[in-house]
């Protein structure tokens, strides 16, 4: 028996991105100068208007000019410079403040900077290349991605920031992806381009995105099915920071801990710790130990060892769990200072995982997506030998 599965995702001109995307180039732009600071930045993008606010602590004091510059400059990189919103007249107002003495207390003692739950996940696609990601979400992402760099190179005109993609994979009883049944692309667009010329483009992108071999008829392919675009980002819709969870991690097919990544610095181990999940979870798939793998992790605020540590592999195992679960808590530090130090949480990395996910990336040699690293993978099998 087969079933299907479908994952959104979005650009990073959807007016969520937007606000995620901003609240993280500020946190790089803090880290900048303090490898220590901390933050919790929210944003809300609207109609001419950019709202700031949370909390920071840092021992260099950051202008509101250097803010603003940095909204601005975030803002004219993703491409909006449109009536209703654009980089060079938007209204920046700022209500950034100082962090609770509460919470600094527990993350000075070296402990979590909240308690939560998070989870990390890897699966290994039957002979297809997905970085060990389900592929609903993969392909969604690599589709959106695609269209941005030809927009920004300009490869193609008249298609705008905002974009959203949907992509539904028909799976068999084995849980392997056989094929495509309908791919979703909504993208904002100038009011001269028609949609002959939109579905042109958008089945252009689509299909350089798929598999090799992977092919997907035109009848199962929807291209701004209200047949029009124009209005769009935070003109057409509210932003909000971490509005997005879901589409920043697995797209629904791995469970999520509620917490929003974006705007945090790594003493807030909604993400540092969600970043970590992935690099164990990545780390035991690619080493063969498991065709699928999910962890969870939990804390207390204040507390820097984890409350509890959890593994399914979904029967996909090819050692024994138990051990398995042991083998990571004696490799991996899972303190917040010890998932810090590890993936050297402290740069400024984090603007560019505002979309396209946070999961599923290259790793660089600047130090960007550390935790999609395969560099335990040798030491992981070595511990079943």
């Known amino acids: 028996m087969t079933f299907l599965f479908s994952s959104e995702a979005v650009s990073e001109g959807h ?35 950019v709202i700031i606010s949370g909390e920071t602590s840092s021992s260099i004091s950051i202008s509101h000019e250097e803010i603003e510059n940095t909204v601005r400059q975030t803002v004219k990189n993703i491409g909006y410079e449109q009536k209703g919103f654009s980089w060079s007249d938007i209204n920046i107002q700022s209500y950034l403040h100082k962090q609770s003495a509460d919470i600094a207390l527990g993350v000075d003692n070296l402990g979590a900077g909240d308690q939560g739950i998070m989870f990390g996940y890897a699966k290994k696609e039957q002979n297809i290349d997905t970085n060990y990601m389900p592929l609903a979400i993969y392909l969604a992402n690599k589709i959106l991605y695609s269209l941005s760099c030809a927009r920004h190179s300009k490869e193609i005109k008249g298609i705008l920031p905002d974009a959203k993609s949907q992509v539904t994979i028909e799976y068999d009883k084995n849980n392997q992806p056989i094929g495509i049944k309908k791919v979703v692309l909504s993208t904002q667009h100038e009011s001269w381009l028609n949609q002959d010329e939109i579905r042109e483009i958008a089945h252009h992108y689509i299909r350089s995105s798929l598999p090799n071999g992977w092919t997907i008829d035109n009848n199962n392919i929807l291209v701004n099915p209200t047949g029009r675009f124009v209005i769009g980002g935070p003109d057409g819709d509210t932003g909000l920071t971490g509005r997005k969870i879901i589409v920043d991690t697995y797209g629904g097919y791995a469970p999520h801990g509620g917490g929003a990544f974006s705007g945090k610095d790594p003493t807030k181990v909604d993400r540092s710790a969600a970043y970590m999940l992935r690099y164990i979870a990545k780390n035991i798939v690619a080493a063969n130990l498991a065709d699928e793998c ?7 605020i204040g507390v820097k060892y984890p409350l ?52 599923g990336r290259n790793s660089t040699v600047d130090g960007f997506f550390t935790w999609e690293q395969l560099d335990y993978t040798e030491e992981l099998k070595n511990a079943f030998k």
Request: charge should be neutral; charged fraction near 25%; aromatic fraction near 8%.
């Open 308 to 359: 509890s540590l959890y593994i399914d592999t979904k029967n996909t195992a090819r050692v024994d769990e138990k051990k398995l679960l042991n083998t990571i808590k004696d490799m991996f530090d899972l303190t917040p200072a010890g998932i810090i130090k590890q993936l050297k949480l402290q740069n400024p990395i984090y603007f560019p995982t505002s979309s396209y996910g946070h999961f």
């Open 15 to 49: 007016p969520d991105k937007v606000c995620d995307a901003i609240s993280d180039a500020i946190v790089d732009l803090y880290l900048n100068h303090d490898k220590k600071a901390r933050t919790a930045i929210e944003t809300l993008a609207t109609t001419n208007q």
């Open 294 to 300: 999910t962890l969870q992790v939990s804390y207390a």
